[in-house]
């Protein structure tokens, strides 16, 4: 009898898979143990310390920028979640129809277009905005982002939905329910770990998101990876380490959170 076929069972996949990973790692390794080098010096190491981290925490760019970027990923992530969430049910809860493969392709567009693209056409838009409105505060900012993040939200959602049996809206249906109390009592508790899984997707991406935020933003506003940008430009020194090394710890205790809050919702 032939044996199922399994890619780790390939010559070569072991190795591969580990240069694979030490490429991917490696250089995050050397940059959180940069983050503790005492010196100014980004290739040689002399001696641990927490100089770069203290400066990084008493430096009020960084402290503005980490507050502006916070607050832009947290509305623009919840944005996001609600319209993706609405889009995965309208797409998700129906049967087929002309025109339900344009919305798919609509609605997954901004994860194949350029981002470059999309933060010129943003760009022009906004540009015209605050022409005719005068207005240049973080509203364009969080526009965009929600725009962008929607469909990163959407996708983690529809898999949710799709793989959900429908026996108990079936059933609440044929108990008199409204669409908002099958929605309410039956679909959303059983959709709430696909919702966790966008909303968390959307804010990370709009967190770290460069390229459409030095488009779209305006003087003085400034977000934590712009800020890193605009640094490395000028001067180059291990507190730009400090500040991913957070980056990179923020980031796995969120991954860490919806791992135990999905668990134990299951």
């Not at 490429?23 to 927490?50: C, D, R, T």
């Not at 947290?74 to 319209?83: G, K, L, M, N, Y």
């Not at 996708?155 to 329910?177: G, H, K």
């Not at 940008?229 to 923020?250: C, D, K, M, W, Y």
Request: with cysteine.
């Amino acid at each position: 009898m032939a044996k199922a076929f399994s890619v780790r069972r390939q010559r070569g996949f072991t190795t591969i898979a580990m240069i694979t990973f030490a490429a991917l790692y490696m250089p995050i390794f050397v940059l959180v143990i940069f983050a503790f080098n005492s010196a100014s010096s980004l290739s040689h190491f002399e001696g641990v310390s927490l100089r770069w981290f203290h400066e990084a925490a008493q430096n009020q760019q960084v402290i503005d920028a980490t507050v502006l970027s916070f607050k832009v990923a947290s509305i623009a992530a919840v944005i996001s979640t609600v319209v993706a969430t609405m889009a995965a049910l309208a797409t998700t809860r129906t049967g087929p129809y002309p025109g339900l493969m344009f919305k798919y392709g609509l609605l997954n567009a901004p994860l194949m277009i350029p981002e470059i693209v999309t933060a010129v056409a943003l760009l022009i838009v906004f540009s015209q905005i605050k022409g005719w409105t005068g207005y240049t505060g973080i509203g364009y900012l969080v526009l965009a982002h929600s725009a962008f993040c929607v469909p990163f939200a959407y996708l983690p959602i529809r898999a949710r939905l799709e793989s959900m049996d429908l026996t108990l809206e079936t059933a609440a249906a044929d108990l008199y329910a409204t669409r908002w109390n099958t929605f309410r009592f039956v679909t959303l508790p059983l959709l709430w770990p696909g919702i966790l899984a966008g909303l968390m997707l959307a804010f990370v991406i709009s967190l770290d998101d460069v390229v459409i935020t030095e488009f779209v933003k305006s003087a003085g506003q400034d977000t934590l990876p712009t800020y890193m940008l605009g640094q490395l430009r000028r001067s180059i020194t291990p507190e730009v380490n400090a500040i991913s090394a957070v980056f990179l710890l923020f980031s796995v205790l969120i991954v860490t959170l919806f791992f135990f809050a999905s668990k134990k919702r299951n």
